[in-house]
Nanobody, 115 residues
Framework: QVQLVESGGGLVQAGGSLRLSCAASGSMFSYYGMGWYRQAPGKQRELVATITSGGRTNYADSVKGRFTVSRDYSKNTVILQMNSLNDEDTGVYYC?????????WGQGTQVTVSS
């Protein structure tokens, strides 16, 4: 069982930046593939970025060049650095951990971009 706690969301003006953190419990963190997803009002949850246990990253086309995902194995933490934010980035951002058939989700953190 893994518990994920997101933090760092908030209100930011268009063009600004935010840094989201996801703290994971347990000793298996280094084995998990991690990801960030988001859900805008009235829309389905969508993939934002993923990072494998080995550090390989993948991004949605809409955030490429603006967002960076990284992980700190010593702190069991995944970071999503978001730059050049626009109003389409507004939503609840969720951290996800996966290993084999197991999937875990955090409670989410709200990001609101004002134009």
């Amino acid at each position: 069982q893994v518990q994920l706690v997101e933090s760092g969301g908030g209100l930011v003006q268009a063009g600004g930046s935010l840094r989201l953190s996801c703290a994971a419990s347990g000793s298996m963190f280094s084995y998990y593939g991690m990801g960030w997803y988001r859900q805008a009002p009235g829309k389905q949850r969508e993939l934002v970025a993923t990072i494998t246990s080995g550090g390989r990253t993948n991004y949605a086309d809409s955030v490429k060049g603006r967002f960076t995902v990284s992980r700190d194995y010593s702190k069991n933490t995944v970071i999503l650095q978001m730059n050049s934010l626009n109003d389409e980035d507004t939503g609840v951002y969720y951290c996800n951990a996966g290993f084999g058939s197991s999937r875990y989700w955090g409670q989410g953190t709200q990001v609101t971009v004002s134009s």
